[in-house]
C-alpha cells in the first residue's frame, strides 16, 4: 500500500497530499548499493593532487660523491638517490584520478534504496512552491519554524535553480538547497529531512518512472 505524504503551506498547515509510489520509494533496499554509491562520491571528491620528485626529477649533480671502496660507507653513487636525505622519494604519491563512474543500474538502485530508507523513516516532506521578492533569511527561517523542521539537516530540493531560495537560506548551516538533477544518493542519506516542494515532487516521480 503506497504512503500518504502532506503537502504542507508556509505555515505549517497541511493544504493536500501526495502518494510516494511504491516503485521509488518502497523497493527492497539494496545495503550494496548503497555502499557502492557513498564510496563513489567521497572517492570523486579527491583532487588526487599529491605528488612528490623522483630522483629524476631533483635538481642536483649525478656525479658519484665519494670512492666505491674504503670509506665505510655505502656504496652509493649519486646525491639524488632515495636514500640520501634531500634525494628523491621512492614509490611516493603522483598526481592521479580517483573518478569512479558507476553503472547506471546500480546508481538507480542506490538512489531509490535511498528514497526509501528516507521514506520509511518519515523523512520525506513536501511543501507547496514559494519564493520570495528578495532573499530573506528570515522569512524562509520562519517557513522552517512552521513547518517544524528548523533544528533538523534539511535537504530542500526545488524544481529548477532558485537563486532566491539559495541567498535565503545561505547563512542557515543545517539546510542545503538542490534542484532536480544536482543531487544525488549521498545528499539524501547525509540529510535528516527531505523537503521536496510540490512541483519538484512531481516532476522527480514522473522522471525516474519514465526511466524504469
Known amino acids: 500500500m503506497s504512503t500518504q505524504v502532506d503537502i504542507l503551506n508556509s505555515k505549517g498547515q497541511a493544504s493536500g497530499s501526495v502518494e510516494l509510489p511504491e516503485d521509488l520509494f518502497a523497493i527492497e533496499v539494496s545495503d550494496y548499493a548503497l555502499y557502492r554509491a557513498v564510496v563513489a562520491y567521497e572517492a570523486n571528491q579527491r583532487q588526487g593532487t599529491a605528488s612528490v620528485k623522483t630522483r629524476s626529477e631533483i635538481a642536483r649533480t649525478s656525479k658519484k660523491h665519494h670512492r666505491q671502496k674504503g670509506t665505510g660507507w655505502a656504496r652509493r653513487g649519486s646525491m639524488r638517490s632515495p636514500l640520501v636525505r634531500g634525494g628523491g622519494v ?60 528548523k533544528d533538523q539537516k534539511l535537504l530542500f530540493i526545488t524544481a529548477e535553480n532558485a537563486p532566491k531560495l539559495v541567498k535565503s537560506s545561505r547563512n ?18 547525509k540529510a535528516d529531512i527531505v523537503l521536496f516542494t510540490h512541483q519538484a515532487f512531481g516532476k522527480f516521480v514522473e522522471t525516474h518512472r519514465q526511466e524504469g
Open 90 to 149: 621512492a614509490f611516493g604519491p603522483q598526481p592521479r584520478s580517483y573518478y569512479e563512474k558507476l553503472p547506471k543500474s546500480l546508481k538507480r538502485l542506490a538512489l531509490r534504496s535511498a528514497l526509501t530508507v528516507k521514506g520509511s523513516g518519515d523523512q520525506i516532506k513536501v511543501i507547496e512552491d514559494f519564493d520570495f521578492a528578495e532573499p530573506s533569511t528570515k522569512s524562509f527561517g520562519k517557513i522552517l519554524d512552521a513547518c517544524d523542521l
Open 172 to 189: 542557515l548551516p543545517k539546510v542545503s538547497i538542490a534542484h532536480l538533477g544536482s543531487f544525488g544518493t549521498y545528499d539524501l542519506l
